[in-house]
């Protein structure tokens, strides 16, 4: 007979907190309708996502840390793009009602209605941004650009349907190697 022990609710608590606090460093990928694992990369101060880093534009391939619940971008001084970070910036998305933003990255320390850098979770290896009310929500979309291979990261607050879009979902899990 095999004994079934309930494990303490502040144990996986503990565990999440845990897991919600990575320091070393990570790539976020995308992963969609015709999207297979592009990496999330710097542009201008935007998140974008796409095969190829148009580096003459500014672009820069990046890893993350999170440090409770922000997300610090880093170059990426192993792969591709000319782009550089000043500062010590974090993700950000606009939360506010019917937004439908690019996130970016901001220096700025203070969490608005239009600008939050805080609340990010992991679930698994998929990234979730917590609602006041307690809500886990993955609203992320890719939508065209007018560059070949690369699309804009996009928070749809209400989640609608957006043109030229597809729902993404970002995970720190790269994809797998083709042989």
């Known amino acids: ?70 997300l610090y971008p880093q170059k990426n001084t192993t792969a591709g793009g000319s782009g550089t970070i000043t500062g010590n910036p974090k993700l950000y998305i606009d939360t506010s009602t019917d937004a439908i933003a690019q996130p970016g990255f901001t220096t700025n320390d203070t969490d608005t209605t239009a600008a939050t850098t805080t609340g990010f979770r992991f679930l698994g290896t998929d990234i979730y941004w917590k609602a006041s009310d307690g809500t886990l929500l993955a609203n992320f979309w890719a939508t065209e650009t007018d560059m070949d291979g690369v699309w804009s990261l996009v928070w749809n607050e209400p989640d609608d349907t957006l043109d030229n879009s597809t729902p993404v979902v970002i995970q720190n899990m790269a994809p797998a190697a083709r042989i």
């Not at 148009?54 to 409770?68: H, R, V």
Request: glycine content about 8%.
């Open 1 to 70: 007979m095999v004994s079934k022990k309930l494990v303490p609710l502040n144990f996986w608590l503990v565990l999440v907190q845990f897991f919600n606090t990575i320091n070393a460093d990570f790539t976020l990928y995308a992963y969609g309708t015709n999207i297979s694992g592009l990496p999330v990369f710097y542009m201008n101060s935007l998140a974008y996502i796409g095969y190829q880093i148009p580096s003459d534009l500014g672009g820069t391939n990046i890893t993350f840390t999170m440090n409770d619940t922000s």
